[in-house]
Nanobody
Framework: QVQVVESGGGLAQAGGSLRLSCAAS????????MGWFRQAPGKEREFVGG????????LFADSVKGRFTISRGNAKNTVYLQMNSLKPEDTAVYYC???????????????????WGQGTQVTVSS
């Protein structure tokens, strides 16, 4: 009964910013790791970044390092992905994923996550 919902996608110009939100809900659910993946047409789903809930440790793909940040929201099981200095190659559907397995590190593979959102479209124009 865990639901994951992303929001905040849209259109931005190159060099601009967008902020994505992700909220996971469930009566007894407690996220240990929340991560972001993205998938562009014709490409495999790739890791963007993630955060371990208990320790607050973050990990980012090299392609977004220094431009994207992840923070925990005040609400339980909520995170934000702040995307700055956007590039056209950032265009993709962005997915939020989470797990309640008691991991303390961020997994860069989809296998590390059990619950997925529907995705939110991010389009960056040149």
């Amino acid at each position: 009964q865990v639901q994951v919902v992303e929001s905040g996608g849209g259109l931005a110009q190159a060099g601009g910013s967008l902020r994505l939100s992700c909220a996971a809900s469930g009566r007894t659910f407690s996220a240990y790791v929340m991560g972001w993946f993205r998938q562009a047409p014709g490409k495999e789903r790739e890791f963007v970044g993630g955060i371990s809930w208990s320790g607050g440790n973050t990990l980012f793909a090299d392609s977004v390092k220094g431009r994207f940040t992840i923070s925990r929201g005040n609400a339980k099981n909520t995170v934000y992905l702040q995307m700055n200095s956007l590039k056209p190659e950032d265009t993709a559907v962005y997915y939020c994923a989470t797990t309640d397995r008691r991991y303390t590190i961020v997994d860069v593979t989809t296998a590390g996550y059990d619950y997925w959102g529907q995705g939110t479209q991010v389009t960056v124009s040149s």
